[in-house]
């Protein structure tokens, strides 16, 4: 805390002026540059890390002072409540953050393999609130995803086993790896795409725990170890919803947390509060990143309370917002989560809207990759 407390203080300072830029990395700009480089030190004993060589230092300083500069930007344009600023993504450009974090982007269209249920009738009575984190043992522990790009696997994985505590109240986490190294539509570690973690499922017959068939951060290529464990869980089919969010709440409320794609581009400056964005600054069509959508609410309006970073107006009227639920560690974030806001499509929320429906399949149904 006081560590933050510090970053604060040393930004506050750095922002208060001009802003950032290029020039303050010069050797003889005067005492400014110290101060980019206190704060920058505080980042790499906070998040350990550290670089190979002087140029490396010098290159990732620079990024470190940009992403900064991004962050004061977005928080500026930001319609909502949230702060952008350091997070522990702050030494990436955005090309690696979206290399390293991100997996392919999904297609436009997906095609008639999941189930589209008629599902307008959820949206009807939906409650105001809605939080499964308040539900004892329903979500399990925030994951990270390091340096393998399974956040599709995480999100089917948390989708399944949370759905199947609210259904059997057995309180099973269920097997990453296992989706990683059995995946043969996917790309496992490379990327994939939720559904291909379903494909998966019903084509093994359900899915092993994590405890016996843990999470290694690296895909065992064609070593598929399904066979040799005792199966936790299953599900019966997979379903894409509605795109209309009312729909999607009123969903959520009964059955219980879902998988969403969105555009991850705002999370790698994302501090806390609400994202509401636009198309022009979170492009609605280009989702790339899964996570588990798990409530809703709403932000009551009031003063917003003022950091030394936020000089920006923020609007006073209540905000509807999603919780998600991220796999890039709980240091990231709102303890792990973030918040986006409710209503307007952002950052393609309801664009891929796709669950499991849990259960001991009747019997083994053929399946196949889409094309
Ligand atoms: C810090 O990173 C180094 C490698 O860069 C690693 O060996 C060490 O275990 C890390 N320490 C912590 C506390 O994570
Ligand atoms: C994901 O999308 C973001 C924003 O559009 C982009 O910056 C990033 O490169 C993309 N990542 C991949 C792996 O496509
Ligand atoms: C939703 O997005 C549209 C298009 O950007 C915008 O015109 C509208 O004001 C937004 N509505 C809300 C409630 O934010
Ligand atoms: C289903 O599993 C079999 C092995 O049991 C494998 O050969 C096949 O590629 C898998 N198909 C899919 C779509 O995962």
């Known amino acids: ?31 400014r540059p110290l101060e980019l480089k206190e704060v920058f030190k505080l980042f790499q004993i906070q998040f350990n ?6 140029a490396e230092y010098t290159r990732r300083l620079g990024i470190f002072a940009h992403n900064l500069a991004q962050a004061q930007r977005l928080q500026e344009e930001d319609l909502g409540t949230a702060e952008f600023g350091q997070t522990p993504f702050s030494d990436l450009t ?78 099973v986490d269920v097997s990453v790896q296992e989706l990683l190294d059995c995946d043969r539509c996917g790309n496992g570690c490379n990327g ?79 501090q806390k509060g609400v994202i509401k964005a636009t198309p022009s600054t979170c492009d609605p069509h280009l989702v790339n990143h899964s996570v588990l959508l798990v409530g809703f609410g709403k932000e009551k309006g009031g003063m917003q309370t003022g950091t030394l970073l936020s000089h920006s107006r923020k609007p006073r009227r209540s905000t509807p917002y999603w919780i998600l639920k991220n796999s890039w560690g709980a240091e990231w974030g709102e303890k792990g989560y973030f918040r986006l806001y409710r209503g307007n499509n952002t950052c393609g929320i309801a664009k891929y809207p796709i669950t499991a429906r849990v259960d001991r399949p009747v019997k083994k149904a053929p399946v196949s990759c889409p094309p």
């Open 49 to 54: 890390r550290s670089y190979s060589n002087p």
């Open 192 to 270: 994939g795409f939720v559904w291909d973690a379903y494909i998966t499922v019903l084509n093994n017959s359900g899915l092993a725990s994590e405890e016996d068939y843990p999470f290694q951060g690296h895909q065992k290529p064609h070593r598929c170890l399904a066979d040799k464990y005792r199966k936790v869980a299953w599900i019966q089919d997979f379903t894409m919803l509605s795109s209309n969010e009312q729909v999607i709440a009123g969903y959520l409320a009964i059955h219980g947390p879902i998988t969403v794609t969105i555009n991850m581009k705002l999370l790698q400056y994302y």
């Open 1 to 31: 805390m006081t560590l933050t407390a510090h970053l604060f203080y040393f930004l506050a300072l750095l922002l208060a002026g001009q802003g950032l830029s290029d020039s303050l990395l010069t050797k003889d700009a005067g005492p």
């Open 94 to 171: 955005e090309e690696e953050f979206g290399q390293l974090y991100g997996h392919q982007r999904a297609p436009e269209r997906i095609l008639n393999m999941a189930k589209k249920v008629k599902s307008e009738r959820w949206g009807e009575s939906v409650p105001p609130t809605c939080d499964w984190r308040k539900v004892k043992n329903i979500i399990s522990s925030i994951k990270n995803q390091g340096n393998c790009r399974c956040c599709w696997a995480i999100a089917a994985a948390d989708n399944i086993q949370t759905l199947w505590r609210i259904k059997t109240q057995q309180f």
